[in-house]
Every structure is written in C-alpha cells, then in structure tokens.
Nanobody, 129 residues
Framework: QVQLVESGGRSVQAGGSLRLSCVAS????????MGWFRQAPGKEREWIAK????????WYVDSVQGRFTMSRDNAKNTVYLQMNSLKPEDTATYYC??????????????????????WGQGTPVTVSS
C-alpha cells in the first residue's frame, strides 16, 4: 500500500522556522514530480513548491520564494519542506503529493494538482503573530 505521511507541523511564532517531512512507503519515487500544497481555513488548496527529483530542480510560488526550500533524501524516500521566516498567512494544513510516473529531466512538473497520484493526510501549521 502506497502511503505518504507528513509530519513536523506545529504552532510557531512569526519569524520562526519549521521543517516538514513527507515519508513515502510502499513505493519508491524516482525521477518524478513531488509537490507541496497547503490549504488555509476558508481557502482553496494551493500549490507552494514542487521538485523534479531527477533534475533536482525546485520551483516555488511567489509568496514563499526565498523563505521555503524543498529537498529530498533519496535513501529515506523522504521529501522535506524547510520553512523559514514564517508569517501568519502561512497558517494552513500542509500536504505533500507525488506523481508516480517518471518524467523527463527537463520536465517542470507544470499543471494542477491533478497530476499527482498520491497524497498525504496533511500536517497543520499555525503561525502566531
């Protein structure tokens, strides 16, 4: 059974940092697209970060660019989201997602959340001012 499990979410003061983890089991992702999404109360789920794991390149939504960093530990089949300089507007439930199919080295993982096959259950993050 394929499963993604996020962890690391908690309450933190504005300006603080958190590292979210997403551990995959039941499937080894390689040369694929991985993504991080978040959903704030009363808002739609939005994409915030993605990675082509074959190329090792990441992309971020403007609102988190320069503050968040996505990375991967292949040995642990885990992706991370390092979040620095957190703001109250970062408060949301954070989800990781994985596309199982490998992609081309130059693929930019474009599109909507529909491209992702597997999703975690989310980990909540609350940033207090």
């Amino acid at each position: 059974q394929v499963q993604l499990v996020e962890s690391g979410g908690r309450s933190v003061q504005a300006g603080g940092s958190l590292r979210l983890s997403c551990v995959a089991s039941g499937y080894t992702y390689s040369g694929n697209c991985m993504g991080w999404f978040r959903q704030a109360p009363g808002k739609e789920r939005e994409w915030i970060a993605k990675m082509n794991t074959g190329r090792g390149m990441t992309w971020y939504v403007d609102s988190v660019q320069g503050r968040f960093t996505m990375s991967r530990d292949n040995a642990k089949n885990t992706v991370y989201l390092q979040m620095n300089s957190l703001k109250p507007e970062d408060t949301a439930t954070y989800y990781c997602a994985a596309e199982r199919s490998p992609v081309n080295f130059y693929n930019n993982c474009a599109g909507t959340s529909r491209r992702y096959n597997d999703w975690g259950q989310g980990t909540p993050v609350t940033v207090s001012s």
